[in-house]
């Protein structure tokens, strides 16, 4: 059984920063693509960032150069650095994982940006 845990969500300024962590645990091997996504109230859920195995990252356009994704394999955890937010940002933040050929979710971080 694997469970990923976020963790750092909160209320900030616009403008300000936060730093989101998702450990993963459980009978782990290796995991492939991490990622970030999110869902506002009334939208859908959608990509924030991702990083494979090998630290190759893509963002969605509404983050990129605010937002970076990494990870620590030895600790099976990845994270995502947000600066210069904006209250559109506000969402709930899910973690992904893919584990050999299965994907498994995060409960989700709350992140609200306040102008």
């Known amino acids: 059984q694997v469970q990923l845990v976020e963790s750092g969500g909160g209320l900030v300024q616009a403008g300000g920063s936060l730093r989101l962590s998702c450990a993963a645990s459980?009978?782990?091997?290796?995991?492939?693509?991490m990622g970030w996504y999110r869902q506002a109230p009334g939208k859908q859920r959608e990509l924030a960032a991702v990083i494979t195995s090998g630290g190759s990252t893509n963002y969605a356009d509404a983050v990129n150069d605010r937002f970076t994704i990494s990870r620590d394999n030895a600790k099976n955890t990845v994270y995502l650095q947000m600066n210069s937010l904006k209250p559109e940002d506000t969402a709930v933040y899910y973690c992904?994982?893919?584990?050999?050929?299965?994907?498994?979710w995060g409960q989700g971080t709350q992140v609200t940006v306040s102008s």
């Open positions: 992904r994982a893919v584990i050999a050929k299965y994907i498994y």
């Open positions: 459980g009978t782990i091997f290796s995991i492939n693509a």
